[in-house]
């Protein structure tokens, strides 16, 4: 009598779980074949416009404008490079809005620029995080 009370409990312990785990909603699962994140923007503007096309890197922090001519110097690049937009944004990732094939990255809301820079004929799409390293964007 004993083991059909115990077996009973279990049984009843079971078919609650059941139940629970079926009655608890989570987010919808996508569609075959459908990006549920394609609809979101890489990174969100912190104020409504870019801090603007100034030709001049005067909004930009000192030491990310050096670090970003620092990195044009060391990838050859020469030549006095325009700012066409430099703009305080606050990324999704530590992808910084430009992911790598293969990489993985910190997904936590991540405060840093997006500088755009155009030397002779070529663009560059520089990412800042919270520090001064620049990560140029290769799409």
Same mark, same amino acid.
Request: proline share 11%; net charge negative.
């Given at each position: 009598?004993?083991?059909?009370? &115990? $077996?009973?409990? @279990? !049984?009843?312990?079971?078919?609650?779980?059941?139940?629970?785990?079926?009655?608890?909603?989570?987010? =919808?699962?996508?569609?075959?074949?459908?990006?549920?994140?394609?609809?979101?923007?890489?990174?969100?503007?912190?104020?409504?416009a870019p801090l603007g096309p100034t030709g001049s890197a005067a909004d930009l922090p000192p030491a990310k404008w050096d670090a970003l001519l620092a990195d044009? &110097? $060391?990838?050859? @690049? !020469?030549?006095?490079?325009?700012?066409?937009?430099?703009?305080?944004?606050?990324?999704?990732?530590? =992808?910084?809005?430009?992911?790598?094939?293969?990489?993985?990255?910190?997904?936590?809301?991540?405060?840093?620029?997006?500088?755009?820079?155009?030397?002779?004929?070529?663009?560059?799409?520089?990412?800042?995080?919270?520090?001064?390293?620049?990560?140029?964007?290769?799409?």
């Amino acid at each position: 009598m004993r083991t059909s009370r &115990s $077996a009973a409990a @279990v !049984t009843l312990l079971w078919a609650a779980l059941m139940l629970a785990a079926c009655a608890t909603e989570g987010p =919808a699962m996508p569609a075959p074949g459908e990006n549920p994140t394609s609809s979101r923007p890489p990174f969100r503007t912190a104020s409504p416009a870019p801090l603007g096309p100034t030709g001049s890197a005067a909004d930009l922090p000192p030491a990310k404008w050096d670090a970003l001519l620092a990195d044009l &110097s $060391a990838r050859g @690049v !020469t030549g006095e490079p325009d700012v066409v937009s430099a703009e305080r944004v606050q990324f999704s990732s530590g =992808a910084l809005g430009c992911p790598a094939p293969g990489m993985s990255y910190t997904q936590a809301l991540v405060d840093g620029y997006r500088v755009v820079v155009r030397v002779d004929d070529r663009t560059f799409d520089y990412r800042f995080g919270t520090g001064d390293e620049p990560r140029l964007c290769e799409r």
